[in-house]
């Protein structure tokens, strides 16, 4: 497994091999960090944790949030950031359920079509309005809670009768939850994408160094672009899957799920400044932070200790992602 790294002119660095060789060493960690849990889990829990059922709801629970985890590695690769994946969620999933008579399809394009042109606002405000992403994502948190809110009038829109639609949420292959395999096949393109293409190479090189890569050639703006795009995709996916396991298009889904999607990445071991990224390392943290709410789950922690123990994860990772970078500039 390996990941796409890129240093800006200017900035001293590891050489690629050994920057590599770092950037593997921490996703092995982290899968030990996944092991370790399960282990407390098991111990903690020892009749239900490790129970299929419950291995398998926590999949289909990583899966709504990885998705938008994989589309925000993209964007905090070129140091950006994405505050409003939990609405825009909210506003995708009650703009298909507008079209829910219509069938599943219909849904699904409606979805699909609500994530593209948001994430194209967000897109086009930042990459050709150049305003600062944080406070264009911030205000796109406000306008797509509104919105969903308005389309829907403040009133779920009921799915059951969408038998294709919740089979993505609840339904199953072999085994496997449907949402699983969904998130797996996104990670698996985004994996492909960011670490073998010349793409790739570029949006990562644009969280390096803005001026260097636009120097080499990059077309920065239409790369910064792009990523918000893919993060609006990922949104409608997110939002299919999690409107197909409640069979309900509500207007309040989503909540905090930005803030999920962007602990994810971070543990995960993406760099907030940008200039590196990983998918193999999202995925991870995406399994971290959902096993660990689950073994929270299941011992009756309340809500307010699960939030606490989130940002201790967050800052600790933070930290170590600090020190790292500052070894690799020496």
Request: charged share 10%; aromatic share 6%.
């Amino acid at each position: 497994m390996s990941t796409t790294d890129a240093a800006g002119s200017g900035k001293r660095s590891l050489p690629l091999p050994k920057a590599r060789s770092r950037i593997q060493l921490q996703e092995f960690a982290l899968v030990g960090v996944v092991a370790l849990i399960l282990i407390v889990g098991a111990i903690l829990e020892p009749d239900s944790f490790l129970t299929s059922d419950n291995m398998l709801n926590v999949l289909r629970q990583a899966s709504v949030v990885g998705v938008l985890a994989i589309g925000m590695t993209f964007v905090i690769a070129t140091g950006g950031i994405d505050l409003s994946v939990g609405s825009m969620v909210a506003c995708a999933a009650v703009a298909g359920g507008q079209l829910a008579d219509s069938g599943s399809v219909a849904f699904v394009l409606g979805a699909l079509a609500m994530g593209l042109v948001l994430g194209g606002v967000n897109a086009t405000v930042i990459a050709f309005g150049r305003v600062v992403p944080f406070i264009a994502t911030l205000a796109m948190f406000t306008m797509a809670r509104g919105l969903a809110l308005w389309l829907s009038d403040k009133t779920p829109v009921s799915l059951f009768s969408l038998d294709g639609l919740r089979w993505f949420g609840n339904g199953e292959v072999i085994g496997i939850p449907s949402a699983a395999i969904v998130f797996l096949a996104v990670t698996v393109f985004a994996w492909v994408l960011l670490n073998r293409t010349r793409y790739g190479r570029y949006v990562v090189a644009t969280g390096g160094n803005r001026e260097a890569a636009r120097i080499a050639g990059v077309k920065v703006p239409w790369i910064v672009f792009s990523v918000y795009v893919i993060s609006g995709i990922c949104v409608a996916i997110a939002a299919i899957l999690v409107s197909g396991r409640l069979a309900s298009a509500s207007p309040i889904i989503g909540n905090l799920y930005e803030l999920d999607a962007i602990a994810a990445v971070v543990i995960g071991g993406t760099l907030l400044t940008g200039g590196r990224g990983t998918i193999v390392g999202t995925v991870f943290g995406v399994l971290i932070f959902t096993t660990l709410n689950n073994v929270f789950t299941l011992n009756n922690q309340d809500t307010s200790t699960q939030a606490v123990a989130k940002g201790v994860i967050i800052v600790v990772a933070v930290l170590l992602q600090q020190r790292l970078a500052r070894r690799s500039n020496t």
